[in-house]
């Protein structure tokens, strides 16, 4: 949420996440009873072609541990309004681009490179290219997940230097 209120403030564009925090924080859906509410949507999700990225080479064997690890980074975890968060399920990436992009989020948008109306030079230098494509099975790529976390890194410190 506070890096989507910095980018909001930022690009002086409308996001869900903007306004007083309080008020932000209160969209959050901790017990699934507010029909607005927000949830924490991981990119990876359970499915086969997920899971397939996480599948020792040499024995076939799925690693759950590096899974649940992965798919619970800070920088792999989203948030969506509640109903579109049950829309996308289990979709693999490629399916959940739509969702991303359609989410008021800017946060979310800039994974899915959807920010048509923003000049993109206002934004530092590593979120110029923050996009992430799917991989040719559909999937968010593994070896984009360290981008991922280190995107989320730089803003954390840029909100954080400020406080």
């Known amino acids: 949420m506070r890096i989507d209120r910095w980018l909001h403030q930022l690009l002086d564009k409308p996001s ?12 959050f859906n901790r017990n699934n009873r507010k029909r607005f509410g927000m949830h924490l949507e991981h990119i990876y999700a359970y499915n086969d072609k997920n899971k397939a990225l996480f599948k020792e080479p040499s024995t076939g064997l799925f690693d759950e541990a590096g899974f649940e690890y992965t798919r619970n980074l ?5 948030l969506l309004k509640d109903l579109q968060n049950i829309s996308s399920g289990n979709d693999i ?15 979310n948008q800039l994974l899915v490179g959807c920010l048509p ?10 979120f110029q290219k923050a996009a992430i494509d799917a991989d040719t099975t559909g999937v968010f790529p593994r ?3 360290e981008q991922r976390q280190r995107l989320f890194f730089e803003a954390f410190k840029i909100i954080w230097a400020d406080v």
């Open 16 to 27: 869900y996440c903007g306004g007083p925090l309080r008020e932000v924080e209160t969209r």
């Open 74 to 78: 800070l920088g792999m975890v989203l």
């Open 93 to 107: 990436y490629s399916l959940k681009r739509d969702d991303y992009a359609k989410s008021d989020i800017i946060w």
């Open 117 to 126: 109306s923003v000049d993109a030079t206002i934004l530092p230098e590593p």
């Open 143 to 145: 070896e984009k997940v």
